[in-house]
């Protein structure tokens, strides 16, 4: 399984993007999916999940009421809308899927949020 993101930028406080996640490959066997960030000088932390129907969903706190995941089974592609943008979002955002027990990672897609 391959994943590309895309979709990363810059973007000024209160505003929005939208990042996608194209998988490839053996995408037959994903299961669930998720957005994970990663800031300068931080471990990397979950901000959302999606089961394989997409019919469950989980947030990280900070995020909640702001960032929507979803996912396209038939386009192999997941979503990451993200509202109401803060300084403190920024960071590397890598795609992650979970196919036959083994973690996929994409290489990430910078979002900078200017205050």
């Known amino acids: 399984v391959q994943l590309v993101e895309s979709g990363g930028g810059l973007v000024q406080a209160g505003g929005s993007l939208r990042l996608s996640c194209a998988a490839s490959?053996?995408?037959?066997?994903?299961?669930?999916m998720g957005w994970y960030r990663q800031a300068p000088g931080k471990q990397r932390e979950l901000v959302a999940g999606?089961?394989?129907?997409?019919?469950?969903?989980n947030y990280a706190d900070s995020v909640k009421g702001r960032f929507t995941i979803s996912r396209d089974n038939a386009k192999n592609t997941l979503y990451l809308l993200m509202n109401r943008l803060k300084p403190e979002d920024t960071a590397v955002y890598y795609c992650?899927?979970?196919?036959?027990?083994?973690?996929?990672w994409g290489k990430g897609t910078l979002v900078t949020v200017s205050s």
């Open positions: 992650n899927a979970e196919a036959s027990g083994i973690n996929y």
């Open positions: 999606i089961t394989s129907g997409g019919g469950s969903t």
């Open positions: 490959g053996s995408t037959f066997n994903i299961n669930a």
